[in-house]
Every structure is written in C-alpha cells, then in structure tokens.
C-alpha cells in the first residue's frame, strides 16, 4: 500500500473550521488507498503567544538570538512545543469524529531523537518502531511536528519552520513514497507571483534546483527539508491546503532531475533582500588576507556568502567585496573593525539596500549562454552590478535594491519562463 | 537536608506577575535549606480553553460525562496536559532568574505512571530515580501537576483538581517530609467563614478529620489527596499564596492525630449543597429489598450516600429515604422507574433542594454527648432532620436547604468552635 506523509502548517490549522477541513484533505488520501501520516504545526498565533510568555520572563539573548542560559532553552522548548501537542490531538479527533482511527504521536512517542543543540536542533534518529506498525494497523498517524527529544530526554524543537524537516525526516523513516507539504500557496512558480504576474506554477522542479531557490530567497520549503529529501530521493509535493476535496490541487512535485526538466535551461527567478555588502578599501597585498577576513567573520558567527576581490581603478588598491545576512551587518562591521590591523585595510564600507537576484536551472549544465542572456538582459535596463556568484546550476547578481523588480521582470522574459 | 513539596493552584500561576511571586516564595523555601520540588497547574482559565477546543470538535459525552471513544479520551488528556507544561516551563524560567538551579518535569519524564482510566487515572507507580538526585544536587523540580503517563506510553491525567493528588504521591515517593498545599485561603476553618464570620482557622487538624471534612464539602482539599497523605504519614500543610516572603502564613497542618488535638471533641462543621434526597414509599416487605435499590443504583453509576429506612406511621408501611448527588438525580430516578417491579415500591419522592450539615472530631471517639448537643442545637431552631448518618468521628444531618447558614452557625457555636 502506497504510505504519504502530509504536512499542514500553522494557517492550514488555524481554528477548529481549518482543522476540520485538514481532516477532509487526510481522509481523501486514506480513503485513496494511502497510509497517511500528518505531521502539523501549532494553531498559528499560538507559537508567538508562547515565545511572548517566556520573553517577558527571560529576554535575555545573545547577539545571535540564543538565549544565553541553555536551562532555559530547555524549558523554552518544553512551553513552545506544547502548541503542536494540542494541535495534533485536535486533528485526531477530527479525523476519528469522520470515522477513521488515528492517533497522536508526539515526538517524545515516536521518538524523534536530536541531538542537543536547541532551538534548531537537528534529527539524529527516528524509531520507526511503533508508529510503522500502527500505519499497517490502518491508523493515520497525528505527529507533533517541530519537536523531538534529546539525550537527556528533554523536548527540543527544530527551529521556527523545522516542521518542514520533521516531515520529511519522518517520511524517510517511514520509507514513505512521497511527502505532501500543505502550504498557503498552490506550488513552486517561475518566480515570485507578486512581482512578476506571468509567473507560472513548475508541475515538476529538480531538488537541486529547489535547493538553491530555497537558499537564494523563496521561502516556500525549508533548505534542510528538500536537502534531507535529496539525500534520500524522497518526493516532496507543494501544495495548497485552501481548495476542497475534489478540487484540480496538482501542486509541484520535487524531485529527481528527469528528461522534462533538461528541455529547460532556467526554471526560476529567486530574489533576497536580506543581504548586505561590506567593502574592504586599499587592502594592504599580504599573502592569506581573504583567508583572515573569512575567519574573523566566523569567529564572530557571521556567514560570509558572495565574495570578490578586484583592483581599484583610480588609486590601483586591492580591494575585497563580500556579503553577509542584513541582520548580522552590524555584528560584522564590528569584528572587521576589531581586526583591522590583523587583516590591514583603510577602509570600509557598506551597504544593505542591495538585492541579490539569481537564476537558477538544472539545465544549465549542458547549456552555454545562460550568463550572457543574464547580462544582456540587465545591461538593457541599465542595472549595474556589483558582485557575481555563480554555481554549476545558478549565477546570483548583487544590485541596488531599487532595480529588484524590474530585474527579476526582465530576467522572467529574456528566459521566456512566462510559458515555459 | 529536609525535603518539601510545595503545590500551587491555578490562581496562584494566573498570570506571569503571579508566576514571578510564586517562584519568590519557592526561593525562600530554597534559602531556608529545603530540597524543593513545586508541582503547578495551568494558569487559571488555561485548562477550560483547551476543554472548550475539544467539546467544540467532539462533545459526544456519555451520561457520566465521560468521551465514548476510549481513543479520544486519550487526545483529550494529551491536549489538555499542553497546560502543565506551559506552567512548569515558565516557573523553571522565573526560578532561574532568581539565580536559582531549576528545572521542569513532566509526567512521563518523572516518569509518574498511571493506570488506564482515562482523565481520572490513579497513580499506579512513581520512580523517583531521577528526579531525587537532581533535587540532592541542589536543583529546584518543577513538577507539571495533574498528569502522568500510561502503560501505552500515552499522557494520561488525573482528572479536573488531580494536581493535589500528585503533588502528594510525588512528595511520598521523595520520600519529603512535608508537602505545601498553596491555595487562595489561608488554611483549614472551623467552617466556611463565608457563613460563621467567627470560624477560625485550625493550626492543626488529624488526617481522619481532613478526610471527613473533604468528603463532607469543604472544598480545599481533594479527599484522594488527603487519603494517600495519610496512608504514607506524610503531613500536609494547607496555606495561602497571597502573602508575601517574609509575611506570618502558618496555614493549617493535616497530620497524624496528636494530644493537642484530643482535647478537641469536634473540629469543624461542613455542608454540602450538593445531594437530592429520595423516598420510595410503601416498599413491599420483601427480604433484600435495600440491596436491590443499591444494586439499581450501583448499575447506573450512581453513588447512594446516607440511607434510611423507616415506618410510615400513617399506612404503618416501609419507606426507605436515601441521598444521591444533585447532578445524577434525574439517572438515579430513571433506574428506579426501570426496577419498580423488581424492587417493589408505590412511589417516588425527590427533593433537591437539601443539605447535609456535617460536624467532624476525633475526640468524639471518647467524648460522648456530641449528637445531643448537635440534636438539640438544631432543634431549638426548630431544623427538621430528615436523615442522619454517621461515622466514628462524624454525624451528618440532612436538612432543608433553606435553613443552611442557620444551622452551620448553631452547630459552630453549639460546640465552642468561635473560642477552641
């Protein structure tokens, strides 16, 4: 029998009305032939009701927004977690008041283990002892997303969001063919529908490429999720969880690379305006310099993403450009100028109304040009650019944040994606 | 070291402000040189939220308001038990912030295992294996009351006030020496002073006086609580939350009998609104006719209290009066209209609208005198007792709802209970 797992997040389980209705989209699935597995989120609004609890008792955060006593993320994990349990609970009872049997699993039942870091734990094993049986009995199992426990037998959580990644570490354990994640939007689209209108939902999109469209700034799927579902080439389909039984919901299918997919050389448009670009002025030529900037950035837990080195035309200096999340800006700026004789520079300067813009298609491999037509393309609107990454399947520009949307309009056309 | 356990009610964590006192006074307790586990309900309101969620998607209730569905009955404790949770976290933060060690406890972390009987499950088992070396090593347990977990490994609870029993079942397996009861009062009165405006607070009162006067009315202890109290010798203290650090809250002790208290013959008068008297008139003379009305009674889950039997001296017939809840009395009737024949009796008088008016002492095992001093109390104002019934070290009295606090004030006064 065909076993799926669906995954329903916070707005999809909104009140009692859309809990109701999440039962009907798991009883279609059932009565289809599946053995289901639901993994849900809290009620939404409720996981900010309890983060507020405990930030009016315990503010007291580090620069990197952990709080600084791990007792207290501890119990920070045991308040938040709570709201997955009582979500989980009310969806069983909604699908046995349809008649069907089902159960709760939270992740200390399961149990989902994770190691210790809190918070944003990660998943180190998941039993699949109790709850595999209990889908071959003809339950539909209700998992708690978001949680798991420890070593130490304390709940963890798996960072905002983590509810993604539980469901398909729990479809990977389950050896499920395929997991459903139920979102507010109705698929994977060329680009960002608010921006472009030609936009087009993908029926198929390649986990490589959904993985570098989940890291350049579409924030449909979580990157560990469609990473933990690439190294186990798991399926995963986005879908929209606002239609009815019955209704046309194709939704996009994440998979495996397949001959489709090569006809296309670029399958989407991804934009991010979290970043922020440093400049390092007349860099003194010392040997390993790149290599000191990267490491005071890490000692400082700062992520160092787009770099390039260049040569000032004017005064013939070296100097260094890279870029580093918007909100870590500031925790940069400082470590930088802390080393400043250790790195030697004169100079800095930076900028956080700038855009990274990318591309991105599996085809790419086999195609030439793609950088040409990216170039072109913005060199007609007279968009300057400031520093180029490239991948084997993707090439991100930084511009002005002013361009964003005529970029990504143009970059939609001059790859014809509006009726790819 | 000494070892207590000290319980805080709904009210007592209602809001954080409250959460930030209790864990004030649990700091106290800790600098005094105490071992300290605290066990805590869900904020008030918490808990009739979560049941609201749960009526609203099922509210199919048999008639002794229990779930029919054993499998939802078990989501039902999962969700509700999110309370404690929440509770526990957030007093383990404010613990913390205090600059105390502190941590929470769940029910299947302890683990506090139960039997199956679903949201009123008894205590089958606590291992204190692991909690009782973190108390030894200086760490505050917070305990989250009112729930444990199964022998399915499912959360199971113990039932709406529960959080008494476990406070008292986790202080006997740590072997404490004393368990804290905070409540919104501040200890055990003579009466309820909302009645006698000189009812007294105790400073002492015997476990078989406690026990009568819970199951007699007084609504600060749960009788399951005080039975398994004094089946381990643990004392109970009954005090208040209200008061600050520092301010004078001796509450009222519950503990094994001791000479002060021999010299008391009653220590306090309750009532309960809660009983329906029944009549059946004119029962044929017919051996085991009692045990047939009890076994009718026993079969529709209704609890038969005081019991009478009687010559009618007008017909010179058998009567046989008895007291059932308020709340089963329409049940109780129907079962005795289904058994008329078998039982054999003309007719059915009800009255809900009576009380029983208990006074309790252990000295009225060597004092003799205490029913006629009650009788004649209650006679000089002219009461009518329609049932009596008694025990060892109470007598409880049926009377006519309306005379209540008249009959509460005569019984107090009657026995000296303004001055003991």
Known sequence: MPRIVMKFGGTSVAD??????????????????????????????????????????????????????????DEYDSI????????????????????????????????????????KARIA???????????????????AGFQGVNERGRISTLGRGGSDTSAVAIAVALKADRCD????????????????????????????????????????LQTRSVELAMNNNLPIRVLTSMREVGEDNPGTLVCHEDETMEERVVSGVAYSRDEAQITLLRLADRPGMVAKVCKAMS????????????????????NLTFTVGKRDLDKALAALNASKETIGFEKIKSDSDVTK???????????????????????ERNINVEVIATSEIKISVLIDAEYTELAVRALHSAFGLENA
């Open 80 to 119: 938040v977690a709570s709201g997955e349990q009582v979500t989980s609970g009310l969806l069983a009872i909604a699908l046995r008041r349809r008649g069907l049997r089902a159960r709760s699993w939270l992740g200390w039942q399961i149990p989902l283990r994770t190691d210790m870091a809190h918070s």
């Open 357 to 379: 813009v990318s591309v991105v298609g599996i085809g790419m491999r086999s195609h030439t040009g793609v950088a040409q037509t990216m170039f072109e393309a913005l060199a």
């Open 125 to 143: 094993e998941i039993e699949s002892s109790a709850i595999g049986p209990s889908l071959k009995e003809g339950n539909v199992a209700v998992v």
């Open 16 to 73: 009692l009305e859309r809990i109701r209705h999440v039962a009907s989209l798991v009883e279609a699935e059932a009565k289809a032939g599946n053995e289901v597995a639901v993994v849900v989120s809290a009620m939404s609004g409720e996981t900010n009701r309890l983060v507020g609890l405990v930030d009016a008792l315990d503010a007291d955060l580090a620069p990197d927004g952990k709080r600084r006593d791990s007792a207290i993320e």
């Open 181 to 220: 994640i139920y979102t507010d939007v109705d698929g994977i689209y060329t680009t960002d529908p608010r921006i472009e209108e030609d936009a087009r939902r993908l029926n198929r999109i390649a986990f490589e490429e959904m993985l570098e469209l989940a890291s350049l700034g579409a924030k449909v």
């Open 299 to 318: 000692d400082a837990n700062v992520i160092v993403d787009m770099i390039v080195q260049g040569i000032s035309r004017s005064d013939n200096a070296a």
